[in-house]
Structure formats: structure tokens, C-alpha cells
């Protein structure tokens, strides 16, 4: 394969091939073909070939029809196929930059069962969203979870390790719940190990609910990202 430098990384181009040696006395072909169906060549893999497909005393034997005149004829045919192979990279960053990221919901008493917060970009690795689920009204329960974006520039899956927290106003005793999973698109969510409970978010002896604002953090401390090519 010539001007592999030129290709980019990820590119590649299966061929079958089959090499022939011509018998210039009976007009005829010894046929050399791979016993695999296909190769790939790609950057790291750009020449595939033969050992020993005739001796150098059968080639220079003059009956045989090879070598005439000091000459041998080769040809080459050559079938490029469909490309289908898919490549994966894998990205592994702890403690990436812009790992925090803080939600404010106002008017927390008027949502329903579900809020979604803005998109946040981890490093450029990958966008997650920050939601809330509220629970049954005999459970009164909320639930923090991520979730993938769902733009298409998103990688196939990912992998994040992390902190939700409702954040304590006055006296910095927040509520912390922590996780981990993978997420492989965008209906994927994970949410807090616990649900919390409602009554006590709304209760007014705690400071989580000021103004009627909530505020909540979610930290990654850990991101593992697979994305396809």
C-alpha cells in the first residue's frame, strides 16, 4: 500500500488478491492466492506477501517456462471490498478539569416529576446531564441521576465514577450520595446508590430549600470514554 502516510488514523482497506507467474511455453498461469479470504491493510500494516511460493531452481528451469530469455511475467489481480471494521479508542482521565458543576433550580415547589439541567462538558470527553425523579406520592422520594447527552457527537459509551450532592445554604451539612456505572447512550441514566426524601428536602428546620431555590452539585471524579471510528 503506497502513500499510507497520507491516511488517516482509523482508515484502513480489505483486498483479496491473487499473484500469477506466467508459463511463456504452455501460455498458462501458476496461480498464487491466500488461504485467507481477505486482508487488511492500514497504517501500522501496509505490505502482506509470500515465502517460498517456487524454488529458485524450478523458477530457473528452462522446461518449466518461467524464465525465458533471461524474463519472467507476474501479474496481480486485485479485489477491494466493502470496508464494515469499526475501530474503538478508549480514554481514561482522573480528576478531569471542570468536573463540578452546579445546577440551580428555582421555584423548586412548581416542577413536576422531572427536571433536566443544562448540558456540562467534562473535559471535552463528554457531556452529561444532571436530573431529579420524583418517587410516588407514598414514597415522596427524589432521585439525582446522570445521564448522557444526546447529541450525536457523543461517544458510544462511557464509564463515570461521581458525587451528587444538595447543597446545605447555611450550615454546609449537604446531602452526598456518590456512584459509579456505565452509560452506553443517551437513555442510559444512573442515579444516586439512595432516594431522599422529600418531606425532609421541604422541611423548613433544614437549609436545603431557600427561596424556594435548590441547588445541586455533581462531581466526576473519574471518566472512561469509548468512542468509535
Known sequence: MVERDDMPLGCDVNVKASFFLYDQIRDRYLVIEDSLVERRYH????????????????????????????????????????????GESL??????????FTWKIDNFSLYNTEYVSDVFDVKGITKLRLGSKEGSNKEENLFLYLS??????????????????????????????????????ASDWMKSPESLSLSGLKNRSNDYLVDNKLIIQAKISCMCVVKTF
Open 43 to 86: 497504517n501500522m500494516m501496509s505490505e502482506w506477501g509470500f515465502t517460498d511460493i517456487i524454488s529458485h531452481d524450478d523458477l530457473k528451469e528452462i522446461s518449466n517456462g518461467y524464465l525465458v530469455n533471461d524474463c519472467i511475467i507476474l501479474g496481480v489481480e486485485v479485489f477491494v471490498l466493502n470496508n464494515t471494521h469499526k
Open 91 to 100: 480514554s481514561f482521565v482522573k480528576e478531569p478539569e471542570n468536573s463540578l
Open 148 to 185: 448522557l447527552d444526546d447529541s450525536k457527537t457523543n461517544p458510544q459509551s462511557a464509564y463515570a465514577e461521581f458525587t451528587l450532592r444538595i447543597m446545605d445554604r447555611i450550615k454546609d451539612s449537604h446531602i452526598e450520595k456518590k456512584g459509579d456505572g456505565w452509560f452506553e447512550d
